[in-house]
C-alpha cells in the first residue's frame, strides 16, 4: 500500500514538473516573440529629399504606409520649393530679382520665422549667407568638393552681400525684396520646417498616428513609441561615427543636431566646414557639435546652427537659447560636453 | 525504485529538448539579424551582407564605392562621390548606417532588437 502512495506521489511530481516547463517554455515564447520583437504596426520609409537620408517611421490606424508616402511627398514638395540650386525654385525666384517678388503665404512665414530667429541670436543664424556659401563651395553637395580658402578680400566682399538688413519683408503686399545683391540659403532653417510639416499632414490625416520623422540627423516626432513609450535618440559623437555620447528620450517635439564633420575639407591640418560665422566669413570655430531639443524642428534646426556659430560663447548658448524654447547639448573644440540645465529632463527614462 | 518509476519517461526528456529547441531556434533567428549589413541603391535593397569581407558596390555597371564589413563594424572605402562623407563616417556598428546622398546609397546595419537607440541625431 505504501508502494503504491510513493509511485502515485511521483507520477503527481512528474505531472506538475512537466506542466511546470510546458508553461514557462510557451511563455518564454510569447514573450520573445510578442514583446521582444519589433512591433508589425510600425511602417519605416527611407528615401532621398532635402539634400540627404530621410527615415519616416510611423504607425497609423488609417494606413502606415500611405501616410508614410504622404509625408515623404511633402518633405519632397518643400525641398524643390525651397532649394537654391533648383531654378525653378521660389528661392531661385526671389534671388535672381533686384526687386520685389510676391510670394506666396508659406513662403512669406517661413522667410519671417527665419528673420525673428536671426534677430534672436544676434545674427548668428543668418538665412541671407547664399553669396557665402556659394563662395566656399559648400552650395553644390553633388559636384565638386571644395578645397580652397577664399581670400581675406573675396570674404569681404561677400560678406557685404550678407545680414537680415538686406532682407526686406513687406507685410502689407505679402512681397519681398533682397538689398545690395544678398543670396538666400535656408539650409539651416528649411529641413526644420520640413519635418513641421511633415508632423502636420501626418496629424491631418491621423491625429493619433505615432512615430517620428528624420531628415539627416533632425528628428520630428510625431507620437510616442507604442502609445506611450518614448523613443531613444542617439547623439553621435562628433569625432567616432558609430559611438553615442548621449541618449535622449521624448515622446513628443523635435532634435535637430550641427556638426562640423558632414561637409569639410582639410589643408595643413586645418579643418574647413560648412557652417559658416556671419561675423567673419570663415567656418565657424569653438564647438564641434550641437544638438537643441525644442518643441519644433524650425526652433530645434536654426538653434543648432545659431549655437554651433556660437560656440566659443558656449556659456551664452546653454543659458540663453532655452529662453529661446531649445534646450542645448554642445560639444566644445577640446572634447568638453556642456549642456542646458533642463537637458537633464530629456536626459532620463519617463 | 525500477524503471518505470523514474521522474522523468524518455517521451517526457522528448518534449522538454523540443521545447527548448523551439526556444533556443526562435532566439537564433533573432540574434543572426544582429551581423547582417543591408545595402540600398536608389531605395531598392543591392546587397545583403553576412560575412566579412570587402564588397565592392556598382549601380548599373557604375562603381560607386568599396563596403568594407570585419563581421563587428562596416565602412566604406574608395568612394566616387565628390565630399566623401560616407567615408569621412568611418566605421559603423549594430544600429547605423552609412549614407552616400549622390549616389543614393543607404548602408544600414540591422541592430540586434528593438531595444536601444530608434535613431541618431547628428
Known amino acids: 500500500m505504501r508502494q ?76 524643390k520649393k525651397f532649394n537654391p540650386n533648383d531654378p525653378a525654385s521660389v528661392i531661385s525666384r526671389i534671388n535672381a530679382s533686384n526687386d520685389w517678388v510676391d510670394i506666396d503665404e508659406e513662403t512669406f512665414v517661413l522667410l519671417d520665422a527665419a528673420v525673428r530667429l536671426s534677430k534672436l541670436t544676434n545674427g548668428a543664424f543668418d538665412p541671407t549667407l547664399g553669396e557665402l556659401i556659394r563662395l566656399w563651395g559648400f552650395d553644390k553637395i553633388a559636384e565638386t568638393i571644395p578645397s580652397r580658402v577664399p581670400s581675406p578680400k573675396e570674404i569681404e566682399e561677400a560678406l557685404k552681400h550678407a545680414g537680415t538688413d538686406k532682407l526686406e519683408l513687406d507685410f502689407q503686399r505679402r512681397r519681398v525684396r533682397l538689398l545690395n545683391g544678398a543670396k538666400l540659403d535656408l539650409g539651416g532653417i528649411a529641413k526644420g520646417y520640413a519635418l513641421d510639416r511633415a508632423y502636420q499632414v501626418a496629424k491631418e490625416v491621423d491625429k493619433d498616428c ?13 507620437g510616442p513609441k507604442f502609445g506611450s513609450r518614448p ?15 548621449a541618449y535622449l528620450y521624448l515622446t513628443s517635439g523635435a532634435v535637430a543636431t550641427s556638426g562640423d564633420y558632414e561637409r569639410y575639407f582639410e589643408i595643413g591640418g586645418v579643418r574647413y566646414h560648412h557652417i559658416l560665422d556671419p561675423r567673419t566669413g570663415f567656418p565657424a570655430r569653438g564647438a564641434i557639435s550641437v544638438t537643441v531639443v525644442a518643441d519644433n524642428a524650425v526652433t530645434a534646426d536654426a538653434l543648432s546652427t545659431a549655437g554651433f556659430v556660437m560656440g566659443t560663447e558656449w556659456e551664452y548658448v546653454v543659458l540663453e537659447f532655452p529662453k529661446f524654447g531649445g534646450n542645448v547639448l554642445m560639444v566644445t573644440e577640446d572634447g568638453s560636453i556642456r549642456r542646458s540645465p533642463a537637458m537633464a529632463v530629456y536626459e532620463q527614462t519617463r | ?22 526556444f533556443l531556434g526562435l532566439y537564433w533567428g533573432r540574434t543572426r ?18 560575412t566579412a569581407g570587402s564588397y565592392e558596390l556598382y ?19 574608395d568612394a566616387n562621390c565628390p565630399l566623401k562623407i560616407c567615408e569621412k563616417t568611418g ?14 546609397v543607404l548602408i544600414k546595419f540591422r541592430k540586434i532588437s528593438s531595444e536601444g537607440v530608434d535613431v541618431m541625431t547628428w
Request: overall charge positive; hydrophobic content about 45%; charged content about 25%.
Open chain 1, 210 to 222: 505615432t512615430g517620428f520623422v528624420e531628415a539627416g540627423g533632425d528628428i520630428r516626432i510625431l
Open chain 2, 59 to 77: 549601380d548599373g555597371g557604375k562603381y560607386l564605392m568599396k563596403v568594407i564589413f570585419d563581421g563587428q563594424k562596416v565602412h566604406v572605402e
Open chain 1, 4 to 79: 503504491k502512495d510513493s509511485k502515485n506521489l511521483l507520477k503527481l511530481d512528474r505531472r506538475i514538473l512537466l506542466a511546470a516547463v510546458s508553461l514557462v517554455s510557451v511563455v518564454l515564447i510569447i514573450f520573445l516573440t510578442s514583446f521582444l520583437k519589433s512591433p508589425p504596426s510600425y511602417y519605416e520609409l527611407t528615401g532621398f529629399t532635402l539634400g540627404t537620408y530621410c527615415r519616416i517611421v510611423v504607425s497609423s490606424k488609417k494606413g502606415s504606409k500611405v501616410l508614410a508616402q504622404v509625408i515623404f511627398n511633402e518633405l519632397d514638395r518643400i525641398y
Open chain 2, 33 to 50: 539579424d544582429a551581423q547582417t549589413v543591408e545595402i540600398f541603391v536608389g531605395g531598392k535593397l543591392s546587397m545583403r551582407i553576412r
Open chain 2, 91 to 104: 566605421r559603423v556598428g549594430p544600429g547605423g548606417v552609412i549614407i552616400c546622398v549622390p549616389n543614393k
Open chain 1, 231 to 245: 523613443w531613444v535618440i542617439g547623439v553621435r559623437n562628433p569625432r567616432q561615427g558609430d559611438a553615442v555620447i
Open chain 2, 1 to 22: 525504485m525500477n524503471k518505470r518509476d523514474k521522474l522523468f519517461k524518455k517521451r517526457d526528456l522528448f518534449l522538454i529538448i523540443s521545447l527548448v529547441a523551439v
